[in-house]
């Protein structure tokens, strides 16, 4: 038996410094300028202490509305994309006719880029020429028409059900992997001992994919607070700031040239992941046991 080649500690010095240099620097320095009045209107670079971020928590401005979109859009957005994930994983692990090819079209949405996802979405949900309210009109259903990404009371549902379209095949692939890899035994011993289909999910096959489903709501929930793109090319933030998340307000501060405001909710964004991270991966691996 071949003896696995263990590598001196500094072969990883490279990647550390590169990691450290592209990553780690900038935000630190983020951090740091979140501190200060950093403008493109000046040439000088006063420290003003919290100042930045008692004006994000204040609620003078519109922060707190970006702050509440991106938590509430991480959280609906994870719970349905993790749901309809294992609901379809589940259904295509069987031997069913045609599971590859249902498996291929599920995923399918996933591989194309998101402005491009969000650009055919803004045309099939114009409220005009939109494929849609078209279709809706044409089979007698005009009462369920509407201005899906003008109208402020639906126009952030909208965007968050256009993501839950493109990320659920994704998640879908990932829990496959992890159901794929529960070996046949234990489903033929439960089996045999007389146990239906919901015991065998409940009791075999949730258990098993703790540690995958961690994964994939913990980078569900980092993708849910950084989103940008997909907010970017359906609404831009609109109507009225109704859709504005975290990003694309430093997005449109930064190009306002009020860096130290953009840096503070990157800062605060930041915090937050770490935060939320922590804590949902004790939660989902505190009955993990350690060998």
Same mark, same amino acid.
């Given at each position: ?82 749901? +309809? ?26 591989? +194309? ?22 279709? +809706? ?155």
């Amino acid at each position: 038996m071949q003896k696995k080649k263990v590598y001196p500690w500094y072969f990883a010095l490279v990647s550390v410094f590169i990691y450290t240099l592209l990553s780690v620097i900038p935000g630190i320095l983020g951090i740091c300028y979140s501190f200060t009045d950093w403008s493109a209107y000046s040439q000088y670079i006063h420290f003003v202490g919290f100042k930045n971020f008692i004006s994000v928590f204040s609620g003078e401005n519109d922060y707190l509305r970006y702050i509440s979109n991106t938590l509430l859009f991480t959280f609906v957005t994870v719970i349905a994309k993790t749901g +309809l994930g294992l609901l379809f994983a589940v259904a295509l692990s069987r031997n069913i006719k045609w599971k590859n090819f249902h498996r291929g079209i599920l995923y399918l949405p996933s591989v +194309l880029p998101i402005l491009v996802t969000g650009l055919v979405f803004t045309s099939i949900l114009n409220p005009k020429t939109g494929f849609l309210n078209n279709f +809706l009109s044409a089979v007698g259903l005009d009462f369920l028409t509407n201005k899906w990404l003008v109208d402020p009371k639906i126009a952030f549902g909208s965007v968050m059900a256009v993501d839950i379209w493109r990320g659920t095949g994704y998640i879908m692939t990932l829990l496959i992997a992890g159901i794929l890899a529960i070996p046949d035994i234990y489903f033929e011993a439960a089996a045999i001992d007389g146990a239906n289909a919901w015991q065998r999910f409940k009791y075999i096959t949730l258990p098993m994919l703790r540690q995958t489903l961690a994964v994939t709501i913990v980078l569900n929930v980092i993708y849910g607070l950084k989103v940008f793109d997909m907010v970017y090319a359906l609404t831009n933030g609109g109507p009225g700031h109704r859709t504005e998340v975290l990003y694309t307000a430093v997005y449109k501060m930064m190009s306002k040239g009020l860096y130290a405001e953009g840096t503070t909710i990157s800062s605060v964004l930041f915090i937050f992941m770490v935060i939320i991270g922590y804590f949902m991966v004790k939660i989902l691996t505190k009955d993990e046991v350690v060998e």
